[in-house]
């Protein structure tokens, strides 16, 4: 009986009970993809879960989905990391997108995710996505004006990611949205990781206007409890554009979650008021 724990998380990591698991080095990171009993598959770089069969699905959902329903018509998207291609299953569900970019800085992950993941990694083949294996942050100092969405689906703020949570940045993400242009980004786990989750919501409202703090229930997270911040010079996140989410053929985000969606623990509000 193989037993994994995680390991980059500080004190504490989820434990799963593992079938199979296989091992890569790529140029950035230690990549595994575990057969979990519990969880399914399982892809975990450099000792933290990034994602797996069960659960993904929250995540991918909630990263995704409330950016672009705040738009009003979302056309050009880009991600950046998400490597496993989650979030651009779920971009693809709106009608209105016409191109999404991905960058990733390793293409190991998306080999992996392709071979090992289907589910997840499905649709990085659509023809409206162009995949792109480069640093983040150096891609963005080429595009100015272009995008509607941009979601920053990055692993920790550790390693290749570190740069990806700074302000410097997120003026590189705000200058690269086109005129009513939305980010959404996952800001870490404030029960876990209060310090990385309190630096991700400052650092993004010191860049723009708008911003808004929401989480969801992910189970293989640490602590269960995950943050995503969704920011606009634009948009003040007061009214849903796009009202008509049944169509997006969700598991876990609804009309009632979305009506609710920035209301927070207190001890989470508190974390991050000023
Ligand atoms: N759902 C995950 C989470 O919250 O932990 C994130 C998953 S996704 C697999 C994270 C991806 O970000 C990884 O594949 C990693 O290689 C990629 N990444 C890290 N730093 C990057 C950078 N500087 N530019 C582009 N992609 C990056």
Avoid at 16 to 38: C, G, H
Avoid at 116 to 136: A, H, N, T
Avoid at 202 to 229: D, H
Wanted: with cysteine.
């Amino acid at each position: 009986m193989i037993w994994f724990t995680e390991y980059q998380t500080k004190n504490t990591g989820l434990t799963v009970k593992v079938r199979e698991s296989k091992s890569f080095q790529s140029e950035y990171q230690e990549i595994l993809l575990l057969d979990t009993y519990e969880y399914g598959k399982m892809l975990v770089l450099d000792g933290a879960v990034q994602t797996c069969e069960r659960d993904e699905f929250i995540y991918h959902e909630m990263l995704a989905h409330p950016a672009l329903l705040f738009h009003s018509s979302p056309e050009r998207v880009l991600v950046i990391g998400g490597g496993d291609g989650g979030t651009v299953r779920e971009v693809l569900k709106h009608s209105s997108v016409k191109e999404v970019n991905l960058c990733e800085i390793d293409r190991m992950v998306i080999e992996v995710s392709k071979e090992y993941l289907p589910s997840i990694s499905s649709k990085l083949s659509d023809e409206r996505v162009k995949i792109f294996v480069e640093d983040g942050n150096r891609f963005l100092d080429e595009r100015k004006g272009y995008y509607d969405v941009i979601l920053l689906d990055l692993s920790d703020p550790v390693g290749p990611a570190e740069a990806l949570f700074k302000r410097n940045f997120y003026q590189k993400v705000e200058q690269a949205l086109r005129e009513g242009g939305i980010m959404a980004a996952q800001t870490e786990s404030p029960f876990l990781q209060e310090e990385y989750f309190r630096t991700a919501v400052k650092e993004i409202r010191a860049v723009f206007k708008n911003s808004k703090t929401y989480l969801a229930f992910i189970p293989t997270y640490p602590a269960g409890m995950w943050s995503f911040t969704i920011a606009s010079d634009s948009v003040d996140f007061s009214d849903i554009k796009d009202t008509n989410i049944s169509r997006l053929n969700t598991k876990y985000l609804s009309d009632t979650i979305l009506s609710s969606l920035f209301v927070l623990p207190k001890f989470v509000s508190d974390m991050i008021e000023e």
